[in-house]
């Protein structure tokens, strides 16, 4: 399958190298990178129940924050909206491009860095 510019993990993974014990779990969403879609998933609605099943068997009962980009954004609203309860915090990029320069780096890590020093700070208040 072609594989269209950058993935969402490889702009924000260098963010987590100098953050230490954070786990992090992307999702290849079916229908997108190398995920091929299925024929019994044709609406958003199964896609994000899909997104669920995998977040209550990897996650389970832990807290975590949620990034999601494009498509992933707008499904991470609606994961917030269903595990409200352990969700920290949330940073959707839908109109930010990853190949919108800045610098010599990208627009995006540097808001993933920002948002992460939130939720770090806030949860060190907590």
Not at 1 to 23: N, Q
Not at 27 to 41: K, Q, V
Not at 55 to 61: A, K, T
Not at 66 to 79: F, M, N, S, T
Request: charged content about 20%; hydrophobic content about 45%; cysteine-free.
């Amino acid at each position: 399958m072609a594989r269209f510019g950058r993935v969402p993990a490889d702009y924000v993974e260098p963010v987590f190298g100098e953050r230490p014990g954070w786990r992090r779990i992307y999702l290849d969403l079916p229908g997108r990178g190398a995920t091929t879609g299925e024929p019994w998933i044709t609406t958003n609605d199964q896609v994000l129940d899909i997104v669920l099943r995998v977040i209550d068997q990897v996650v389970l009962s832990e807290r975590f924050v949620l990034a999601g980009h494009a498509a992933g954004a707008h499904l991470a609203r609606a994961v917030l909206r269903s595990r409200f309860g352990l969700v920290d915090g949330l940073s959707k990029s839908f109109p930010i491009s990853p190949w919108a320069a800045v610098g010599t780096g990208t627009a995006f890590p540097g808001l993933v860095a920002e948002w992460l020093s939130r939720v770090e700070e806030a949860n060190a208040v907590a």
